[in-house]
């Protein structure tokens, strides 16, 4: 039997349409071309849009952190420094969302925050956001070994402050972006902050840089900042202000210790105080600097300049006797002494601290304007020029408004408000023959002249007065100083409590060493002392003891002791006041 052909069988015959056979070629052809239009377009116009979007998935813009500058102490020494950290930053395009559960909690763990917030931020639709800042190396180590894809490593400084409490109110501190918020770091940001600068890397999946392409800027480091400041100084008035403070049980304290010659602050103290490489538990008590932004009455440190007008004025001389009295009837309220004194000389008033005398010869002797003049040109009433942030002005109500109570008052450290600072500034007149001198914060040894508001004479008179204040029959035996020479006033004034005065008290004393030629300008406050005594003599005068002492022992003055130890052995007060005034004026000659 002959076989039989396929295609020879009528039921196996397929015979298709024509259009059908030219609609399948056709078909084909335009996808064909369809594919080579795409290809055309991702190799030509369209490449730019591939491109860029491959370089977003590995190319990463870092920036190149520029070193804040360093805060330096008047010798040299580091007082603020900046330590390499790193900071930790998720590239949410990359980062895989079915991120396993162990590593998330490891992650957060490692960078102390919750589960559900680190999730939160992995989920937010930016191209990269910072996880955390200022991340130690060791943890940053941890978190690179977790090999997280998208979560990366960048070079940053974090700020670390070598001297803690005792210099906090000075360099103050920044904040996670390295921006001062207090202190020197925020009145010279400018100068520390430097500018940074920024490369272009490739990063592989992890968001580790596996290549770097180019540098578009490069960084430039802060300026080193000289402070005025002596770390042995500031360290040893920290540590008697917080001693006085903690014995006393009082409510806070500060210190002042400046240079009579450069104008250079060399202490400025403030307890209680904060370590700034820790501020977790950080209050705004802690942060005030007190010496600086907190304002008060100054009481009795007022008297001295109130009797170096009429000095000045010479309508009275230091041996004028003054009758007292019991009481002094000025407007509805008398004015009183802590003591009943019948007549006392002016150097007395001085002494013993008298609102009596110092009340009589600023209404008998004064006039309003001629108080406000003198008041406003040792400094109250206007921010001390020293580029510190919140150094504040005070109040020194215009005269024209001066009641003769208020007047009477004011002459001795009430209606008047002023800061510690300020009160210190107002007593360089007396230490530099009646020239108010420039301070200045940052490092400037050269001798400054200053502004004269009093003669030489009465400066030296006034000098003179203060040290019977810390001889026997002063209100300051305990501000003597070994081996020094030492003159200064009192003060201890009752706090406003309400639209009243409590029983709450400020202690101070403001003076300057040595008395033969004042090197020094120290001012002393504690507040609200609640136990072994309340007054300036028993609480603030053993400070500035402690801090004079110290001191000038740090910069090598010489003792000017000898000749009144030597006087002591046979003369009267009398003749021993007259040798120190003696021996001012040889040390003035030299």
Do not use: C
């Amino acid at each position: 039997m002959r076989p039989v052909g396929f295609s020879t069988t009528p039921n196996l015959v397929l015979r298709l349409p024509m259009w059908r056979s030219r609609l399948m070629l056709f078909l084909l052809f335009f996808v064909f071309m369809m594919l080579l239009l795409r290809a055309f377009w991702i190799q030509g116009p369209g490449n730019a849009f591939y491109e860029a979007k491959g370089v977003r998935g590995t190319q990463r813009e870092l920036e190149l952190p520029a070193s804040r500058g360093k805060i330096l102490d008047r010798n040299g020494q580091v007082i603020a420094t900046s330590l390499e950290a790193k900071s930790v930053i998720a590239y949410n395009d990359t980062v895989p969302d079915d991120l396993s559960a162990d590593k998330v909690k490891k992650l957060a763990s490692l960078l102390q925050i919750s589960e559900p917030e680190l999730r939160k931020k992995l989920k937010e639709d930016r191209k990269q956001i910072f996880l955390k800042r200022q991340v130690e190396p060791a943890i940053a180590q941890q978190i690179k070994q977790l090999e997280i894809p998208g979560i990366g490593l960048n070079n940053e400084y974090r700020r670390f402050y070598p001297e803690g409490e005792a210099m906090a109110h000075v360099v103050g501190f920044t904040n996670v972006e390295d921006r001062g918020q207090e202190g020197m770091e925020l009145s010279r940001q400018k100068e520390l902050a430097g500018h940074p600068g920024q490369r272009r890397v490739v990063v592989d999946r992890l968001g580790r840089v596996v290549e770097e392409m180019a540098i578009l800027q490069l960084p430039q480091n802060g300026k080193d900042l000289n402070l005025s400041i002596d770390s042995k100084i500031q360290f040893l008035a920290y540590n008697a202000v917080k001693d006085a403070v903690e014995k006393h049980r009082a409510k806070a304290g500060g210190a002042v210790v400046l240079d009579t010659q450069t104008g250079e602050i060399l202490a400025l103290a403030n307890y209680p105080s904060y370590n700034p490489n820790d501020r977790k538990f950080l209050t705004g008590e802690q942060l005030r600097n007190r010496v600086l932004t907190d304002t008060f009455e100054p009481g009795s440190t007022m008297k001295p300049l109130t009797v170096a007008i009429a000095l000045e004025k010479g309508v009275i001389q230091p041996d004028t006797n003054m009758v007292i009295g019991a009481k002094y009837l000025v407007g509805p309220k008398p004015i009183t002494d802590t003591h009943a004194y019948s007549n006392l000389t002016v150097a007395q008033i001085i002494q013993k601290s008298s609102n009596i005398g110092t009340a009589k010869i600023a209404l008998n002797s004064l006039s309003a304007e001629e108080m406000w003049d003198f008041y406003t040109a040792v400094g109250f009433g206007q921010s001390p020029k020293i580029g510190f942030p919140g150094a504040v002005a005070g109040t020194v109500h215009p005269f024209k408004k001066w009641m003769p109570t208020d007047q009477a008052r004011i002459a001795f450290g009430y209606g008047i408000s002023a800061s510690l600072f300020q009160v210190a500034q107002a007593y360089t007149v007396f230490a530099r023959d009646g020239e108010l001198v420039p301070l200045t914060i940052e490092r400037s040894p050269n001798f400054k002249p200053g502004s004269r508001v009093l003669s030489a004479k009465t400066a030296i008179e006034m000098r003179s007065m203060l040290e019977t204040v810390t001889e026997p029959g002063g209100t300051a035996i305990k501000a003597q100083a070994e081996g020094f020479r030492v003159g200064g006033k009192t003060g201890t004034a009752h706090k406003l409590v309400g639209k009243g005065y409590g029983n709450k008290y400020r202690a101070y004393f403001a003076g300057l060493a040595p008395i033969s030629a004042p090197r020094i300008v120290v001012a002393v406050m504690i507040d609200e002392p609640t136990v072994g005594g309340h007054y300036g003599g028993e609480v603030a005068a053993p400070v500035f003891s402690t801090i004079v002492s110290e001191t000038l022992n740090t910069l090598n003055v010489l003792p000017d002791n000898k000749v009144k130890q030597m006087v002591l052995q046979d003369k009267s007060p009398d003749e021993i006041r007259t040798a120190n005034v003696q021996t001012q004026h040889v040390v003035l000659k030299r």
